[in-house]
Every structure is written in structure tokens, then in C-alpha cells.
T-cell receptor, first 114, second 112 residues
Framework: SQTIHQWPATLVQPVGSPLSLECTVE??????LYWYRQAAGRGLQLLFY??????ISSEVPQNLSASRPQDRQFILSSKKLLLSDSGFYLC?????????????FGQGTRLTVV | QQQVKQSPQSLIVQKGGIPIINCAYE??????FPWYQQFPGKGPALLIA?????SEKKEGRFTISFNKSAKQFSLHIMDSQPGDSATYFC???????????FGKGTHLIIQP
């Protein structure tokens, strides 16, 4: 069965510090991978998605970047965090090579920038 | 631009009642409509999903009704239980791998 791991679960970082959140998927090959951010009362906003190694698409301009160094690894990064980067970050995957299949989410990382 | 509008923002229902959550979309290219359930501090979990070639889909106590001409879809929870208390999100996507567009969520409370 497929599983998705996301860490850390919570993170408190000072303004201006770097960020690295990691997500890995097990039990599948060539998944589509996604990073979402959830802010209170605003639903989930798609930040990045990737259909393969090194292929990253960005949905919104922001202070964040994403990378996919391996097939089942997706990393969310920032060189210098802003207060507005605080939120609940969620990684998700869906089956690669298929349109509109189910997306499965990790347990999220609660990031607080202070 | 909010492409998926969800209502109500919050909902309180007595146990055994039928909460109904509504969503409306604008983009006619959307062709996949899932619903997610989220408990505090957890990631969303897929509940049920529908494609526009059917008007209704039922899985257990959860039913999606879909009205393509009105560009609306709704979630019904039959025989609701306190354990159903959670935040529910509707979503939509187009063909391809470019992710989901979510509604803002409905905070549902089922009172015993």
C-alpha cells in the first residue's frame, strides 16, 4: 500500500531563517507530487506540483521554492522566511500518468514564523 | 479569483440529522469533484468523488449530488454522528496533473 511521510510535524522558525520541509511517498512509482498551504478560513492553496524528477510547476509567486531530487521525494524550501509564510503545509500525491485521480495528503507541517 | 465557492462556512446539526454542504464552481473545464474530511491538526482525507457524467454518487452514509448545468455539487451526510464533526472541503480539478482547487471549507459540528 502507498504511504506518504511528511516532516517535521511542527516547526517554529525566526524571520529570515531558511526552511526545508521534506515529503516522501512509498509504494508507488512516478507519482504526481504537490505542496499546498492551508491558512485559517482560506482553504487549501496549491503552491507547487511536479510530474517527475526535476520538473516543478509553480502556481503562485511567493517566497518559497520546491525541488524533486528523487522520484518519490519532494522538498519545500525558502532562503529567508517571512512572517506571512506561517501556515499549515501539506504534501500530497496522486498516481502519475493519469488524469484526475485521487489525491492523498500527508499529515502536514505546522510552520510558525516568529 | 475564487473558482470554487463553498457554503455554509459552519454548520451545527443534531445527531441523526442530514447536514448538506454546497459548492459552486466557475470553470467549465473542471471534470473531477472530490470531497475531503479534515480533523484538527491532520491532513485532509478523501471521502468521496464524482465526475460530471453522473448526477449522484453514494458511498456509505455520504452522497454527492451533482448538477452540471448549474455548476453546483453538494455533500449529504446521512444519519450523522458526533464522530462526523470535522471540516469538510469540496474541490475541483481539470484534466492533467495540475492539482486541486479547494473551497474554503465547512466546519461541521454534530451535536449528541
Amino acid at each position: 500500500s502507498q504511504t506518504i511521510h511528511q516532516w517535521p510535524a511542527t516547526l517554529v522558525q525566526p524571520v529570515g531563517s531558511p526552511l526545508s520541509l521534506e515529503c516522501t511517498v512509498e509504494g508507488t512509482s512516478n507519482p504526481n507530487l504537490y505542496w499546498y498551504r492551508q491558512a485559517a478560513g482560506r482553504g487549501l492553496q496549491l503552491l507547487f506540483y511536479s510530474v517527475g524528477i526535476g520538473q516543478i510547476s509553480s502556481e503562485v509567486p511567493q517566497n518559497l521554492s520546491a525541488s524533486r531530487p528523487q522520484d518519490r521525494q519532494f522538498i519545500l524550501s525558502s532562503k529567508k522566511l517571512l512572517l506571512s509564510d506561517s501556515g499549515f503545509y501539506l504534501c500530497a500525491w496522486s498516481r502519475g500518468g493519469h488524469s484526475n485521480t485521487e489525491a492523498f495528503f500527508g499529515q502536514g507541517t505546522r510552520l510558525t514564523v516568529v | 479569483q475564487q473558482q470554487v465557492k463553498q457554503s455554509p462556512q459552519s454548520l451545527i446539526v443534531q445527531k441523526g440529522g442530514i447536514p448538506i454542504i454546497n459548492c459552486a464552481y466557475e470553470n467549465t473545464a473542471f471534470d473531477y469533484f472530490p470531497w475531503y474530511q479534515q480533523f484538527p491538526g491532520k491532513g485532509p482525507a478523501l471521502l468521496i468523488a464524482i465526475r460530471p457524467d453522473v448526477s449522484e454518487k453514494k458511498e456509505g452514509r455520504f452522497t454527492i449530488s451533482f448538477n452540471k448545468s448549474a455548476k453546483q455539487f453538494s455533500l449529504h451526510i446521512m444519519d450523522s454522528q458526533p464522530g462526523d464533526s470535522a471540516t469538510y472541503f469540496c474541490a475541483a480539478s481539470r484534466g492533467g496533473a495540475d492539482g486541486l482547487t479547494f473551497g474554503k471549507g465547512t466546519h461541521l459540528i454534530i451535536q449528541p
